[in-house]
C-alpha cells in the first residue's frame, strides 16, 4: 500500500488526499442530515397521532 502511495504524482496524491478529506467529512454531515429527517418525521407522526386522539376524544365526550 505504501507501495501504490508513493508511486504516485504529487497531484495524485494531494487528490487523493482531499478526496479522503471530503469523505471523512461528509459522512457525519450525511449521518446529522438522516438524523434529523427522522426526527421530523417522528415529530409529524406525533402530532398526527395526537390530533388522531384529540378526534376521537372530542367525538366521545
Known amino acids: 500500500m505504501s507501495n501504490f502511495f508513493q508511486n504516485l504524482q504529487e497531484r495524485e496524491k494531494k487528490l487523493l488526499l482531499l478526496s479522503l478529506f471530503l ?3 461528509l459522512l457525519p454531515f450525511f449521518f446529522i ?3 434529523h429527517e427522522n426526527y421530523s418525521r417522528s415529530t409529524l407522526n406525533l ?3 395526537k390530533s ?3 378526534y376521537v376524544f372530542n367525538k366521545v365526550c
Request: net charge neutral; hydrophobic share 50%; charged share 35%.
Open 23 to 25: 469523505l471523512i467529512l
Open 33 to 35: 442530515k438522516n438524523m
Open 52 to 54: 388522531d386522539y384529540e
Open 47 to 49: 402530532i398526527k397521532a
